[in-house]
T-cell receptor, first 113, second 118 residues
C-alpha cells in the first residue's frame, strides 16, 4: 500500500524568504507525483507533476520540486515567497494499480509581511 | 469555462436525513472522483468512476452511494446522514488516454460542498 507523508503541518515564513515543503512517499512500484495548492474556500489546483525524465520539475507561480528516488522524496521549493502564496499545499502520489490519488495530510504555508 | 461544478455549496442536515450531492464536469473526462476533506487528514477517496455506468469503492465508502448515469455527472448520496459525515466534499475529474493512461493525468477539482450534520 502506498502512503504520503508531509512532515510539516504548518510552515510560517516571511515574505521574500525561501521555503521548502517536505513530502515523502512509500510505494513498491513506479510512481507519478503531484503537488496541489488549495486557497481558502476553493478546490485544489495543480502546481506541478513528476511523471518521468528530469528530476527537477518546474510548476506555476515560481514553484519547483525535486524527485529523489533513493530518498523517496518530492520536496516543493520556492526561492522567494509572496503573501499570495499563503495556502494549503498537498503532495499526492499515483501508482500502478490505483485509479486515484493518495494525498498527504497537507502543509499550511503562512507568509507573513 | 466552468470545469467541475458542485452543488450545493453548503448544506446543514439533521442526523438521519438523506441528500444527494451533484458534480458536473464539462471537459468530457472519463474519470470522476468523490473525496472528503477533514482537518489534518488530507483528502480521502470515497468512491470513483472510470466511465459512464461504472463505479467503485475508495478508501472510505461506508455510508455513501454513488451513481454515474451520464458521463458528465457523478452523484454522491448519503442515505442516512451521521455527524461523522460532517466534512468538506470535493469532486474531481480527469482525462484518460485509454490504455490505462489515467495515472499521469492531473485531476480537476470543484470548489467543494461544506456539509454539516447536526
Amino acid at each position: 500500500a502506498q502512503s504520503v507523508t508531509q512532515l510539516d503541518s504548518q510552515v510560517p515564513v516571511f515574505e521574500e524568504a525561501p521555503v521548502e515543503l517536505r513530502c515523502n512517499y512509500s510505494s513498491s512500484v513506479s510512481v507519478y507525483l503531484f503537488w496541489y495548492v488549495q486557497y481558502p474556500n476553493q478546490g485544489l489546483q495543480l502546481l506541478l507533476k513528476y511523471l518521468s525524465g528530469s528530476t527537477l520539475v518546474k510548476g506555476i507561480n515560481g514553484f519547483e520540486a525535486e524527485f529523489n528516488k533513493s530518498q523517496t522524496s518530492f520536496h516543493l521549493r520556492k526561492p522567494s515567497v509572496h503573501i499570495s502564496d499563503t495556502a494549503e499545499y498537498f503532495c499526492a502520489v499515483s501508482d500502478e494499480g490505483r485509479r486515484a490519488l493518495t494525498f498527504g495530510s497537507g502543509t499550511r504555508l503562512q507568509v507573513q509581511p | 469555462n466552468a470545469g467541475v461544478t458542485q452543488t450545493p455549496k453548503f448544506r446543514v442536515l439533521k442526523t438521519g436525513q438523506s441528500m444527494t450531492l451533484l458534480c458536473a464536469q464539462d471537459m468530457n473526462h472519463e474519470y470522476m472522483y468523490w473525496y472528503r476533506q477533514d482537518p489534518g487528514m488530507g483528502l480521502r477517496l470515497i468512491h470513483y468512476s472510470v466511465g459512464e455506468g461504472t463505479t467503485a469503492k475508495g478508501e472510505v465508502p461506508d455510508g455513501y452511494n454513488v451513481s454515474r448515469l451520464k458521463k458528465q455527472n457523478f452523484l454522491l448520496g448519503l442515505e442516512s446522514a451521521a455527524p461523522s459525515q460532517t466534512s468538506v466534499y470535493f469532486c474531481a475529474s480527469s482525462y484518460s488516454t485509454g490504455t490505462g493512461g489515467y495515472r499521469n493525468q492531473p485531476q480537476h477539482f470543484g470548489d467543494g460542498t461544506r456539509l454539516s450534520i447536526l
